[in-house]
């Protein structure tokens, strides 16, 4: 008999799933490495139920969201495609309906929901875990539980509203215009929006000129970022600026984690070091941040895009042409933003409730140590959460550790395939489905490969231009510091915790991507060319190759084999 185990009922089983789709695609951009069987559970209970609530309050024309699974550390998705064209024409109809919000006042939307939202969150915060009695402590875990679907409500109906629209916009350039979201043009015509999480760096790099002028530049240059609170708080000047950096990270900086789809890496709040060393790369390396100076370049080529495409335009088709052009320009901003708010908020206030239940249950000996807390699902932390010292989890936590470590070792192949159901076909239902997440988020355009190109890597474009640098794999925040200015970033995908270092590169590419995934947007704003989906960027390249990448063919060369 099937056991469910980390997401119970929600784990791949071949004998049914492929009743519900013969073809499941893999996650890449959120689960690899494999994710905790803690933070698995939430992610595919609240995503997909968030997907198929976002779906159905819209009523998407082609699609009812995503069935998820969980297999061995990784979130594996399929679309529920509406198949029937009857069906089709009447949730169409309905879309018109639920749509006009969106292009009545989207940032007012928003607003709302990152008021409500917010809200939640600073409930949850007003409670002290460590004094707490256990029946409170339990009751903050649920209400993290609750406040987790609600963001994924939120989440979900705002982004298939605004992306969805970013596929009509894209589906109107291709026929007025013949150009599609790889094209500098189209890149042009949505570039060039502030957003939270660029405020938030922004901060930072305030930070690092406030510490100049307090006279901290030596200190802080001279001082790992591991021990650099200690060594600030030895001087006067050092506690003043401590007050600053402190406020700041417990008001927005903070809430930040390197990796952006889990809860086993500490917050910034927790461990400050990437943000002090974001402060020391702006003063070492004389970073500034000149994206409000990039995004004045954006601003006057988007306005002087948007004058020559209308032109091209039809009169009668105008109007509608400029209202989806408008929706299709908010995810830019939005992307971004949602970010800051939605998934890296949300999951640090998850990661807070569960080390506060993990510190408790290690204390009564539930659990070795509260990172142990990672490897239960909240049935289990329901079991022991009024009185732990009755119940031994060691046991559950040592067998799923040792299983996900297992599924770090092994990873997880990109698709799950029917037996004789082949990858085009799978490939095209995607498309068909016009899911605007899957096409432009997670799984985005497969590359071409064309030989008479010779390129070592074939990828697709997500920021135009040409660049050649000196390679730097990165794969954690960690190791953000050994950039220098004009490298080029190799990484299997990167995080908003990242962004800062934006600042200094000469290009991007990333094993896996989309038009609308960090990459792709962010070096839009600082234009400079990013590759994406070329699958095996950090296997081939290696730190001191030089590489010439052409983000507009889509390719990569190694200049010194």
Request: net charge negative; aromatic share 10%.
């Amino acid at each position: 008999m099937k056991v469910y185990d980390c997401v119970p009922g929600l784990e791949f089983d071949e004998s049914v799933d492929f009743q519900v789709s013969p073809c499941w695609f893999h996650d890449a951009t959120h689960s690899v490495p494999p994710w905790t069987p803690m933070f698995g559970w939430f992610w595919v209970n609240f995503c997909r139920h968030g997907m198929q609530y976002g779906a159905e309050k819209l009523s998407l024309p082609t699609v009812k969201g995503w069935d998820w699974r969980f297999k061995d550390g990784a979130g594996y998705l399929a679309l529920l495609i509406v198949k029937d064209p009857a069906e089709r024409r009447a949730r169409e109809e309905r879309f018109k309906v639920a749509i006009k919000p969106f292009t009545a006042d989207f940032a007012g939307m928003w607003k709302g929901f990152v008021d409500e939202i917010v809200g939640k969150y600073e409930k949850l915060k007003a409670l002290d875990l460590d004094k707490a009695s256990n029946i409170e402590l339990l009751e903050n875990f649920e209400e993290t539980i609750n406040t987790t679907r609600r963001m994924w409500e939120i989440h979900m109906y705002m982004m298939y509203g605004v992306y969805t629209a970013f596929v009509l916009f894209e589906q109107m350039t291709k026929q007025l215009l013949g150009i599609d979201d790889t094209s500098p043009q189209f890149h042009k015509l949505t570039s060039g929006f502030d957003n939270k999480s660029f405020q938030v760096d922004k901060e930072l790099f305030e930070l690092a000129k406030k510490a100049q002028a307090m006279g901290l530049k030596d200190v802080l240059l001279a001082t790992p970022a591991s021990t650099m609170k200690d060594t600030l708080q030895s001087s006067q000047k050092g506690q003043e600026f401590l007050k600053i950096f402190d406020d700041f990270m417990k008001n927005e900086g903070g809430w930040r984690m390197e990796r952006m789809a889990e809860i086993n890496v500490p917050t910034w709040l927790e461990e400050p070091a990437p943000a002090f060393n974001v402060i020391k790369m702006s003063l070492e390396k004389g970073v500034d941040y000149n994206l409000d100076e990039e995004r004045k370049k954006r601003e006057a080529e988007r306005l002087a895009t948007e004058k020559e495409v209308l032109e091209k335009i039809a009169p009668e088709q105008r109007s509608w042409f400029r209202t989806i052009l408008t929706l299709a320009q908010n995810c830019a901003w939005f992307s971004e933003e949602h970010n800051h708010y939605l998934d890296l908020y949300a999951h640090a206030m998850i990661r807070r409730s569960t080390m506060g239940v993990g510190r408790r249950l290690a204390k009564e000996g539930t659990i070795d140590a509260p990172e142990d807390v990672f490897f239960l699902i909240p049935d289990e932390v329901r079991k022991a959460g009024i009185n732990p010292g009755m119940f031994n989890l060691r046991t559950t936590v040592a067998r799923r550790k040792a299983d996900w470590q297992g599924w770090c070792a092994n990873g997880n192949p990109p698709m799950i395939m029917q037996e004789g159901f082949a990858i085009e076909d799978a490939m095209k239902g995607l498309v068909e489905s016009l899911d605007p997440i899957a096409l432009k988020v997670v799984v985005g355009t497969m590359p071409v490969a064309r030989p008479e190109l010779k390129a070592d890597l074939y990828g697709v474009c997500g920021s135009p231009g040409v660049m050649e640098g000196t390679v730097k794999v990165i794969w954690t925040e960690n190791e953000l510091s050994k950039i220098v200015k004009g490298d080029i970033l190799v990484a299997p995908t990167t995080s908003p915790s990242w962004t800062p270092v934006f600042s200094l590169l000469g290009g991007v590419i990333v094993d896996r991507g989309a038009s609308l995934s960090h990459a792709a947007i962010v070096g839009r704003e600082f234009g400079i060319p990013v590759v994406m989906n070329v699958f095996e960027g950090t296997k081939l390249l290696k730190d001191g190759m030089k590489v010439r990448l052409d983000a507009n063919m889509g390719t990569v060369y190694i200049l010194d084999k």
